[in-house]
Nanobody
Framework: QVQVVESGGGLVQAGGSLRLSCAAS????????MGWFRQAPGKEREFVAFISPSGGAIDYADSVRGRVTISREYTRNTAYLQMDSLKPEDTAVYYC????????????????????WGQGTQVTVSS
């Protein structure tokens, strides 16, 4: 069992930056992959970023690639999502997720790849 708790959301102007944090507990942090998703009002939850248990494999959605950086800090059992050059269309609730297992063969890009979810943190980008 893994518990994840997001923090760091808020209101920012277009072009600004935010760093989201995801504190994990319950299992050894280096044994499971993690991901970030987001859901805007009236839209489905969509993939944002993925990081493997070792941090050696990373993937991003095309919509955020080049503006977002995912990382994980093993001493703090925390994953991060650094978001720069934010746009109004980035406005959404952002969710952190963890998976029970990692095949090692591919990035986990869909919600059904993940087993544990946080409550979400709101990010609002004003124009």
């Amino acid at each position: 069992q893994v518990q994840v708790v997001e923090s760091g959301g808020g209101l920012v102007q277009a072009g600004g930056s935010l760093r989201l944090s995801c504190a994990a507990s319950g299992r050894t942090f280096s044994t499971y992959p993690m991901g970030w998703f987001r859901q805007a009002p009236g839209k489905e939850r969509e993939f944002v970023a993925f990081i493997s248990p070792s941090g050696g494999a990373i993937d991003y959605a095309d919509s955020v690639r080049g503006r977002v950086t995912i990382s994980r800090e093993y001493t703090r059992n925390t994953a991060y999502l650094q978001m720069d050059s934010l746009k109004p269309e980035d406005t959404a609730v952002y969710y952190c997720a963890a998976a029970n297992r990692y095949s090692g063969d591919y990035s986990y890009l869909t919600a059904r790849d993940y087993d544990y979810w946080g409550q979400g943190t709101q990010v609002t980008v004003s124009s």
